[in-house]
């Protein structure tokens, strides 16, 4: 599975629960927030400042790694 900018928090979690820690590490540190399970990753990237793009292409990075 690919993660894409418009997915949300949550959902990627469930794609692999160690993404969690992926997401922690570049500065979104509300994982259990009621956000988190509407907000996609984009949105949530502009809250917290962080690149959108990059984000997404080390959470791909990280799962490509695992295959």
Do not use: P, W
Request: aromatic share 2%; hydrophobic share 45%.
């Amino acid at each position: 599975m690919t993660i894409t900018k418009d997915m949300n928090i949550m959902d990627i979690i469930r794609v692999d629960e160690d993404l969690a820690g992926i997401l922690i590490a570049s500065g979104m540190h509300c994982l259990g927030c009621a956000a988190a399970h509407f907000e996609n990753l984009e949105e949530a990237c502009a809250v917290h400042g962080i690149d959108a793009d990059a984000l997404c292409k080390d959470l791909n990075d990280y799962l490509e790694s695992k295959q």
